[in-house]
């Protein structure tokens, strides 16, 4: 469960890294910026209830 935490962790800092580069962008790179910050927000979330459980 902890390495499971650990990876969804990075893999949600990394998405929300990336949605950063497109939210300035024009209107279907701003789309899909927000979807990837939302992703990689509830990747964020997921990872610290497999981490503190």
Not at 22 to 32: C, S
Request: proline content about 0%; glycine content about 16%.
């Amino acid at each position: 469960m902890r390495l499971t935490g650990i990876v969804l962790l990075i893999l949600g800092i990394v998405l929300a890294g990336l949605s950063t580069l497109l939210l300035g962008n024009n209107d279907i790179n701003a789309i899909l910026g927000a979807l990837l910050l939302g992703m990689g927000g509830a990747s964020i979330i997921a990872s610290l209830t497999y981490l503190f459980r």
